[in-house]
């Protein structure tokens, strides 16, 4: 079985960067994921943007809710918009 991570990588840390992104689309780290399938789009621009905002990025969402929204999303190829509205 998969274990859940009980906090989101270091990379979503600023001070992790190489360098300010100047767009969600450049931060490569894909959340620790890095498979091309999308899903983090939505999750990577909300963080960009409150980044830009001078705020520390954060997402709403525990762990667990995002990985298993993931793996759903993965079988079904349908998001929960959830998942995105609560981030
Ligand atoms: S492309 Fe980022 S989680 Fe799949």
Not at 41 to 70: C, I, M, T, W
Request: charged residues 25%; negative net charge; hydrophobic residues 30%.
């Amino acid at each position: 079985m998969q274990s859940v991570p009980t906090t989101l990588p270091d990379t979503l840390s600023p001070a992790n960067w190489p360098e300010i992104p100047p767009v969600a689309s450049l931060i490569s780290e894909c959340l620790g994921a890095g498979t091309g399938c999308q899903w983090c789009v939505p999750f990577l621009k909300h963080l960009h943007a409150q980044h830009k905002r001078g705020e520390e990025p954060d997402l709403k969402v525990s762990p667990e809710r995002y990985q298993n929204a993931r793996l759903k999303f993965h079988a079904t190829e349908e998001r929960d918009p959830s998942v995105v509205d609560d981030a």
